[in-house]
Each structure stands twice: as structure tokens, then as C-alpha cells.
């Protein structure tokens, strides 16, 4: 079972990135998809969350308005667009895919998968 992120880089300050999370080895059509972040000498955070059927999302406050999550169940693919960056956004990206059907489920010990991280960088 494989998750690899891709689509991290430099971007100026109120640019945009999309992030995209490609599953392997298994479907997760079923479970909940989402992604954390870790800034440097910070502890991991989480960013947004998917139910399995793309209708429910969740965001962390510092994000919501900018950042959007979605999905591709035929794809098996998770995406993250990322709008309006911000310094304080740099950090490594990593996606997560987890049994539990609560889309609100923000806690890192309920992930079951976990991707390989991309690095976004924001400059100021």
C-alpha cells in the first residue's frame, strides 16, 4: 500500500499550488482522505479532510477560505488546491487516508496511511 504525494514547490506569497495524492496496492474509495502538514520546528497539523464520497469536507480554520480538498474515487486520487498562499503555509505536505467515516476526525492516530510528504515553500 503506497500513497505518493506530488505537485509541492516555490511559490511567491498569494500564489497557488495544487497538491495531488495517488493510492496504490488498494482501493480507498471507502475511507476518509485528508492532509497534514509540518512546518519546521513545528509539531504535525492537520489542513483539510474528505469523506469517502467527496460530498463532506472539513478544513482547519488557518486554511478554510483558501485551501480546498477534493477527490477522485476512480482515480483513487486525493488533490489538494492551495490559493492565496501564505509564508506561514511553507511546510512539508503529507496525505493520509483513514477508516473512520468521521470526516471531522482531525487526530493523527486515526490515520491509517500515510503518504511520503511533498515540500511547499512560500516566499515572502
Known amino acids: 500500500v503506497q500513497l505518493q504525494a506530488s505537485g509541492g514547490g516555490l511559490v511567491q506569497a498569494g500564489g497557488s499550488l495544487r497538491l495531488s495524492c495517488a493510492a496504490s496496492g488498494r482501493t480507498f474509495s471507502s475511507y476518509r482522505l485528508g492532509w497534514f502538514r509540518r512546518a519546521p520546528g513545528k509539531e504535525r497539523q492537520f489542513v483539510a479532510n474528505i469523506n469517502w464520497s467527496g460530498s463532506r469536507t472539513y478544513y482547519a480554520d488557518s486554511v478554510k477560505g483558501r485551501f480546498t480538498i477534493s477527490r477522485d474515487n476512480a482515480k483513487n486520487t486525493v488533490y489538494l488546491q492551495m490559493n492565496s498562499l501564505k509564508p506561514e503555509d511553507t511546510a512539508v505536505y503529507y496525505c493520509?487516508?483513514?477508516?473512520?467515516?468521521?470526516?471531522?476526525?482531525?487526530?493523527?492516530?486515526?490515520?491509517?496511511?500515510w503518504g511520503q510528504g511533498t515540500l511547499v515553500t512560500v516566499s515572502s
Open positions: 493520509a487516508a483513514g477508516r473512520s467515516t468521521y470526516y471531522s476526525d482531525t487526530d493523527p492516530k486515526n490515520v491509517d496511511f
